[in-house]
């Protein structure tokens, strides 16, 4: 087999190869063979049909197959000719067949670029310390009682820090809300057993203030100027009224900490005992919640390193996606208008493509070089817990569907990625920043 690679520019390459007539013609025979013992030809038993009949009989799709599998031995013994090229996708090949039976086959390979890796052993990170203080622990206690604070009815006027029960309906220049807009606003159309959890900086501004000395059975107009961050943008600026009928009024009740509170997540453990298991548990976050800062460091730190020439179809795809979610988060956000943030969000994704396709080609560089590869049983673990996460009831179709869906390999790039990070995480130098432990005291 004759091969033939050139370097282009833009992380490409030309592939020519020509396997021989000789070659090509033991496969074609192989593979005809292969249909000679299961083939049903009319007027003869299984297996018997002589090979002139077979190959007419079944002539596209044993071309097909031919074609197939000399690409696949093109392919692999290019690579096995050039250990040292890295590709990330063969491209759509030409091939033909010319008279005296050879095969040629010629594409355009898209490659990793070449660069020079960086020192990724012993990078500098600088994160808070992971130690629990008593007070991280009492903090989590009393956060657990809130979480299952109970709110009882009680006949008083409302104050801040209850929650208000109303009714309620909305108008903007005394009409409704959605005929002043003209279009459905959803929540603002009003409300019937809604509850208020009166706290400044709740949702709605104003409202909470307004309700303030309200008792059950009293009706009210509150008016609000709605915020510049509303999600309904036709309404910033304007005055909304609310006009409210109150229903219930409900007193917070915080639980004792004791442990009877924690009867039902820690059976029969003592205080002492759950005060241990909430420590350790706040110290396990802190170390995850540090590990994932020095990976968030290390690879801005890895970007920040080199810059190199990306494959650009590689950048035009995935910054695609990129300004898709970016796009999907603004519609999110109450953005109405496009016009005006498109062109910034797509420029803002192509620069941010290009320093995730960086850190991502010397992470695999890396990968390479540390001999950091993914077991089977690391795979089966990783699609199990995708299956899961899916709802998938049947995990063999599961798999199928992954194949389908061409996500194996990234599964595989997946595990890599995080492995290298763990091995640079571990190996990183890290300081302890005493700024961010009072920064974190202070809130």
């Not at 990170?125 to 009492?138: C, I, N, R, Y």
């Not at 509150?222 to 910033?236: C, G, S, W």
């Amino acid at each position: 087999m004759d091969i033939t690679i050139e370097k282009q520019a833009d992380c490409t390459a030309t592939l020519k190869a020509t396997v021989p007539a000789d070659a090509v013609a033991t496969l074609k025979d192989q593979i005809a063979s292969s249909y000679t013992s299961h083939a049903k030809i009319p007027g003869f038993r299984p297996g018997k049909a002589p090979k002139s009949v077979i190959l007419k009989r079944y002539e596209a799709a044993i071309e097909e197959e031919l074609v197939n599998r000399l690409s696949e031995q093109v392919c692999d013994e290019a690579l096995t000719q050039n250990p040292d090229l890295k590709v990330l996708d063969f491209g759509k090949a030409e091939t033909a067949t010319t008279d005296n039976g050879e095969f040629t086959y010629s594409s355009t390979l898209t490659i990793v670029p070449d660069f020079e890796l960086p020192e990724y052993m012993g990078i500098e990170v600088s994160v808070a310390s992971d130690d629990v203080t008593d007070a991280d622990v009492e903090d989590a206690l009393n956060q657990f009682a809130q979480q299952n604070a109970k709110f009882e009815t009680v006949d008083r006027a409302a104050a801040m820090g209850d929650v208000t029960v109303i009714d309620f309906k909305t108008t903007v220049e005394g009409q409704p809300t959605a005929d002043a807009l003209g279009k459905p606003v959803g929540f603002l159309e009003g409300r019937e057993g809604h509850w208020v959890f009166m706290e400044e900086d709740s949702f709605m501004p104003g409202l909470s203030e307004g309700l303030v000395g309200s008792k059950a059975g009293d009706t009210k107009d509150i008016t609000i100027t709605v915020p510049e961050n509303f999600p309904f943008a036709d309404l910033i600026g304007k005055e909304l009224v609310f006009h409210v009928s109150v229903k219930e009024i409900r007193e917070k009740q915080v639980p004792a900490i004791d442990d009877e509170l924690f009867a039902t997540a820690l059976p029969g453990k003592t205080m002492d005992e759950i005060k241990d298991i909430v420590r350790e548990n706040l110290k396990q976050q802190k170390e995850n919640a540090n590990n994932e800062a020095k990976a968030d460091q290390i690879s801005e730190k890895l970007a920040d390193a080199i810059d190199f020439e990306l494959p650009e179809a590689l950048v035009e795809r995935e910054s695609y996606n990129v300004l898709q979610r970016k796009l999907y988060a603004a519609m999110q956000a109450g953005e109405k208008e496009f016009d005006g943030i498109v062109d910034k969000l797509r420029e803002e994704a192509k620069t941010e493509t290009r320093r995730n396709l960086r850190v991502y080609f010397m992470l695999q560089e890396v990968a390479r070089r540390e001999n950091i590869s993914v077991t089977d049983h690391e795979m089966s673990n990783a699609i199990m817990r995708l299956a899961q996460q899916e709802k998938a009831t049947n995990l063999k179709s599961f798999v199928k569907k992954l194949q389908k869906e061409g996500r194996i390999p990234g599964i595989r790039l997946s595990l890599i990625t995080s492995k290298v990070l763990d091995l640079l995480v571990k190996n990183a130098k890290v300081t302890i920043s005493e700024a961010k432990e009072e920064t974190a005291a202070a809130e």
